[in-house]
């Protein structure tokens, strides 16, 4: 969440490359706040088919498939992150690299599926909502998570620190508009869309991340912008 101007620019695939290793000890307020609002709106998982959509560490599918979903899958295209996913036992053997534009499965598979902050990194987004049309089952509920538009505007980017410096991985900011457009096109409803913004449940990330002083400043803006969106009942 670093000014761009502090950060080196890398393109996505050698960004995680190198964010794998750290990616989930790092402490990260946008993920905690993402997760707190997430959480909350994913319907029961008992019986359902999920698909864990640019997966990375699998954080998602590992808590998907500890809730109660009967089938799960993850899907990245990064290596490195994939490792990671499989030190996860709920994970372990439920990976797959595959892009996000030609997932390897057959139609209407997938009673949920869940794409974290992943579309900002990617440059054609209707491909990604037609083939996740294509792959969701009819009512399917999709779940879409990235950084907000107004934090873009403010000049906010996916990025991270390691041994080499500090990093911004590409991205291609979106407004809201722009974000649903493509899903609607590809056959879903909007359900729900949902502006998250950091509060006391995130202070102490922000601590652990050294940013204390900047917790108030943050708090201003919306951070995380979720979008819910459901295949229609008639395929």
Avoid at 12 to 26: C, M, S
Wanted: charged share 25%.
């Amino acid at each position: 969440m670093s000014p761009p101007r502090e950060r080196n620019c890398v393109s996505v695939q050698e960004g995680y490359e190198r964010w794998a290793p750290t990616y989930d000890r790092d402490p990260n307020p946008l993920l905690a706040l993402e997760e707190r609002q997430l959480k909350l709106m994913i319907p029961p998982m008992a019986g359902k088919r999920v698909l864990d959509l640019a997966c990375g560490t699998g954080r998602w599918l590992a808590w998907l498939m500890t809730g109660g979903a009967s089938s799960g899958v993850g899907v990245d295209f990064s290596p490195a992150m994939l490792t990671a996913a499989m030190e996860k036992p709920a994970v372990r053997g439920r990976v797959v690299q595959a892009d996000c534009r030609a997932v390897p499965f057959a139609h209407a598979v997938f009673d949920l599926v869940v794409c974290s902050f992943a579309l900002g990194h990617i440059a054609d987004l209707r491909s990604v909502a037609r083939e996740v049309g294509r792959v969701a089952a009819a009512g399917a509920d999709v779940f879409v998570s990235d950084l907000h538009p107004r934090a873009y505007g403010q000049g906010w980017q996916a990025g991270f620190r390691d041994r080499r410096g500090a990093v911004e991985i590409t991205t291609w900011p979106r407004s809201a508009q722009e974000v649903l457009a493509p899903w609607v096109s590809a056959g879903f409803d909007c359900a729900q869309l949902v502006d998250c913004r950091f509060s006391e449940p995130e202070r102490q990330v922000f601590t652990q991340a050294g940013k204390t002083r900047a917790f108030e400043d943050f708090c201003q803006v919306p951070a995380v912008l979720i979008c819910h969106f459901q295949r229609s009942a008639r395929r």
